[in-house]
């Protein structure tokens, strides 16, 4: 016998808005997602599509904050929509019985830089909690145990 899969909801985080609705319009407008981005303090700034951080951000706890890289950010916010729209977050049994899969290419990879950033240009050592940030299944882990999932 095969498990049956079934996808219930649909969450997105990036460039072009924070909401599967705000996608849809901006692609429908031709948006582009890219802008100039000053992360490095020392170097120039350059073109990059990232996401508003101030909205996810926002849901979080400074504790999370602190020990969540940006990437794990954006998942939660996404998974929390996708779950909000299937509304499986409120039946246990369900929940238990709900996955979580979170596909990333770099996963925790603005964690690395950070921590390279530290070491060269400041002299210091990384944050205590690099590793645990930088971790590339760290959305996935995070999810799991905060919505009691496998």
């Not at 909801?9 to 948006?31: F, I, M, Q, T, Y």
């Not at 599509?49 to 950010?73: I, K, W, Y």
């Not at 899969?101 to 950033?117: K, P, Q």
Request: charge should be neutral; charged fraction near 20%; proline fraction near 6%.
């Amino acid at each position: 016998m095969r498990n049956r899969v079934a996808i219930t909801g649909c969450g997105v985080v990036c460039a072009l808005g924070d909401s599967l609705c705000e996608l849809s319009k901006a692609l429908r407008r031709g948006e582009s997602g890219v802008r100039l981005i000053a992360s490095d303090p020392v170097g120039p700034a350059y073109a990059a599509a990232c996401p508003n951080s101030s909205e996810v951000d926002g849901m979080l706890s400074a504790t999370e904050r602190a020990l969540f890289d940006p990437v794990t950010r954006y998942a939660m916010r996404a998974a929390y929509q996708a779950l909000d729209q299937s509304r499986l977050s409120t039946e246990p049994q369900l929940l238990r019985n709900t996955g979580v899969y979170v596909g990333t290419a770099l996963g925790g990879m603005y964690t690395i830089e950070e921590a390279y950033r530290d070491i060269w240009y400041h002299g210091a050592p990384p944050k205590p909690l690099s590793i645990v940030c930088a971790m590339h299944n760290a959305p996935a882990a995070h999810l799991s145990i905060d919505r009691k999932s496998t």
